[in-house]
């Protein structure tokens, strides 16, 4: 079975600076996706970035980036330039690839950014 | 273009009752699947389907149960409701299952707050 663990329930930093959320997942997979979501208040879950397993670089999206280290199955975002609309909960996610799956996600991180 | 949407946002059930929540998928998107997200927790898969069948379900009991219709909108039933199912319930469509390389995006809706009392 496949496990997805945040280890960091409430993360605050200021407006403009960077933050890292760590994330550690468990798989016997070879093939497979993560993600990390967003879900502000309005409480809709937004894809923030993907990265597929097979791939070796980092997947980037503007400010946000990663960290993909398959061997110690760790997964952490990090948020450059932080604005006020990246408050939120930040969840990381895995997906098995290839078949019918689900995705499986974390307990979250909230992330409030202060002006 | 609409995304995926969800109703009623909010419901107030009582225990012992019946609750139906709808999800009308992105236009074109087969597949729907349903989680349950309860109050600090990341969310729970409870069922995937595709062209109208079940393609996968998540460790949740038999009051739990959902259908898609022919025109891949969906709905989610739960029968006998308990205190413990108060939850945020939120869909999600993809244009194929979950899981398959290509299109493998799931967007999410708003979701329906379910209480119990």
């Known amino acids: 079975a496949q496990t997805v663990t945040q280890s960091q329930p409430e993360m605050s930093v200021q407006e403009a600076e960077t933050v890292t959320l760590s994330c550690t997942y468990d798989?016997?997979?070879?093939?497979?996706?993560l993600f990390w979501y967003k879900q502000p208040p309005s409480r809709q879950m937004i894809l923030v970035i993907r990265?597929?397993?097979?791939?070796?670089q980092n997947a980037t999206e503007n400010r946000f980036s990663v960290n993909f280290q398959k061997a110690a199955k760790s997964f952490s975002l990090k948020i450059s330039d932080s604005q006020l609309g990246d408050t939120a909960m930040y969840f990381c996610?895995?997906?098995?690839?290839?078949?019918?799956?689900?995705?499986?996600f974390g307990s979250g991180t909230r992330l409030s950014i202060r002006p | 273009d609409a995304g995926v949407t969800q109703s009623p946002t909010h419901l107030i059930k009582t225990r012992g009752q019946h609750v139906t929540l709808r999800c009308s998928p992105i236009s074109g998107h087969k597949s729907v699947s349903w989680y349950q997200q309860v109050l600090g927790q990341g969310p729970q898969f409870i069922f995937q389907?595709?062209?109208?069948?079940?393609?996968g379900r998540g460790n949740f009991p038999d009051r739990f149960s959902a259908r898609q219709f022919p025109n891949y909108s969906s709905e989610l039933n739960v029968n006998a409701l308990l205190l413990g199912d108060s939850a945020l319930y939120l869909c999600?469509?993809?244009?194929?299952?979950?899981?398959?390389?290509?299109?493998?995006?799931?967007?999410f809706g708003q979701g329906t707050r379910l209480t119990v009392v």
């Open positions: 990265q597929e397993a097979y791939k070796q």
């Open positions: 999600a469509s993809s244009f194929n299952l979950i899981g398959q390389r290509e299109n493998t995006e799931a967007f």
């Open positions: 389907y595709y062209e109208k069948e079940e393609r």
């Open positions: 996610a895995f997906m098995k690839s290839y078949s019918a799956s689900k995705i499986i």
């Open positions: 798989t016997s997979e070879n093939n497979y996706y």
